[in-house]
Every structure is written in structure tokens, then in C-alpha cells.
């Protein structure tokens, strides 16, 4: 069956410092990929996404890698700040006959910044 | 503001109640999405809508149904209340296909079943 997770629960690091958050699926049919950040209280929030033909696709401190070879997905955020302590999940979209796609999710990082 | 309005925020109910759930997707968007979020657990897809369509169905319970109405607003109406319902509830919109259009998330509603 289909299964995005995440392989460490809690990530805690130095401001300043690079994070690197992981992330397997299984679903090899899956074509879209997304990261969000959930701050506390809030909604999801969107991050960055890449289609399953890229491997590498950069936003404004941030990168996510897609190795489609081990059905592996990664956030890297450089410079971490503060402001980035949320929790942060991947999400898979697969095709599907009919449907708009819906998102299937992971069960999320917690990232905490220490200052 | 993401453009996808929730209410109400939170809620408070006995078990055995009904609530309803309502969301007013970003303005054009077609398709709904509502989403669960329990303690420790991620997101949990419910159900989605297009255009006023049930679209897809995910881990939805029997007690608990959706429609969307021909404004494109959407209610999720969860009845027979249990403890375990506690949890925030998500509404998402996109316009489509969200790879092609992108996916907003509301700010949830908090339910608790006391």
C-alpha cells in the first residue's frame, strides 16, 4: 500500500547550521511531491514541490532532492533560523484515473532551532 | 491569510453530538479537500470534492459525510461524536489538479469530544 514517512520524528539544530529533513515513500506511481511546514496552530503551509521528472529543484533557502531510485524525497533548508522550528511533512500525490489528486502525507518532522 | 476560511475554529461537543464543519475555498478554486489531523498522526485524507462532486474518498468514517454547495463552500458533518473525533480538522482548495494549480490549506478547526 502506499506510505510516505518519515524516518526521524524530532530534528533539532544550531541557528545557522543546514537542516536536512528526509522522507520515504513507496508509491513508485506517485508524480508530484510537496513539502509543508505546519507551525503550531496553523495550517499547513507550502514549502516547495517537485514533479517525479526532476531530481533537484531549489526555492529561496530551501532544496528538495528526489531520488527516485530508493523512492527517497529530501527537504535541505540552509541557514537555519528560528522562524523555521515548525513541523514539516512530505506529501505524494499519484495519479488517478478521474480524480484531481489528493495528497497522502507523512507523519511529519519536528524541527527546533536552538539560538 | 491563505484564502481558504475555516469555522468555526473551535469547538467544543459531547459525545454522541453532531457538529458541522464548514469551509469557503480560495476564490476561484474548485476542488475541496478536508483533511484530519489527530494527536501524533499526520494528515489524514477524508474526502474531496470538484465542482460541487464528490471526487475521491479516503479514511472517512460512516458517521461522517460532505457535500459541496453550488458556491463551492463545503461542510464536513461529523455525528455520533466520539472521543476519539478530537482532532483538527483541515480544509484544503485548489483550483484543479493540485501539481498543476498548487493546494492551500485553510487554518483547521479544533474539535474536542468531551
Known amino acids: 500500500g502506499e506510505n510516505v514517512g518519515l524516518h526521524l520524528p524530532t530534528l533539532s539544530v544550531q541557528e545557522g547550521d543546514n537542516s536536512i529533513i528526509n522522507c520515504a515513500y513507496s508509491?513508485?506511481?506517485?508524480?508530484?511531491f510537496i513539502w509543508y511546514k505546519q507551525e503550531s496552530g496553523k495550517g499547513p503551509q507550502f514549502i516547495i514541490d517537485?514533479?517525479?521528472?526532476?531530481d533537484k529543484r531549489q526555492g529561496q533557502r530551501v532544496t528538495v532532492l528526489l531520488n527516485k531510485t530508493v523512492k527517497h524525497l529530501s527537504l535541505q533548508i540552509a541557514a537555519t533560523q528560528p522562524g523555521d522550528s515548525a513541523v514539516y511533512f512530505c506529501?505524494?500525490?499519484?495519479?488517478?484515473?478521474?480524480?484531481?489528486?489528493?495528497?497522502?502525507f507523512g507523519k511529519g518532522t519536528k524541527l527546533s532551532v536552538k539560538p | 491569510d491563505s484564502g481558504v476560511t475555516q469555522t468555526p475554529k473551535h469547538l467544543i461537543t459531547a459525545t454522541g453530538q453532531r457538529v458541522t464543519l464548514r469551509c469557503s475555498p480560495r476564490?476561484?478554486?474548485?476542488?475541496v479537500y478536508w483533511y484530519q489531523q489527530s494527536l501524533d498522526q499526520g494528515l489524514q485524507f477524508l474526502i474531496q470534492?470538484?465542482?460541487?462532486?464528490?471526487?475521491a474518498k479516503g479514511n472517512i468514517l460512516e458517521r461522517f459525510s460532505a457535500q459541496q454547495f453550488p458556491d463551492l463552500h463545503s461542510e464536513l458533518n461529523l455525528s455520533s461524536l466520539e472521543l476519539g473525533d478530537s482532532a483538527l480538522y483541515f480544509c484544503?482548495?485548489?483550483?484543479?489538479?493540485?501539481?498543476?494549480?498548487?493546494?492551500?490549506f485553510g487554518s483547521g478547526t479544533r474539535l474536542t469530544v468531551v
Open positions: 484544503a482548495s485548489s483550483l484543479g489538479r493540485p501539481s498543476n494549480y498548487g493546494y492551500t
Open positions: 508509491n513508485s506511481a506517485s508524480d508530484y
Open positions: 517537485i514533479r517525479s521528472n526532476m
Open positions: 506529501a505524494e500525490i499519484k495519479p488517478a484515473w478521474g480524480s484531481q489528486g489528493n495528497l497522502i
Open positions: 476564490s476561484g478554486d474548485l476542488s
Open positions: 470534492y470538484y465542482n460541487g462532486e464528490e471526487r
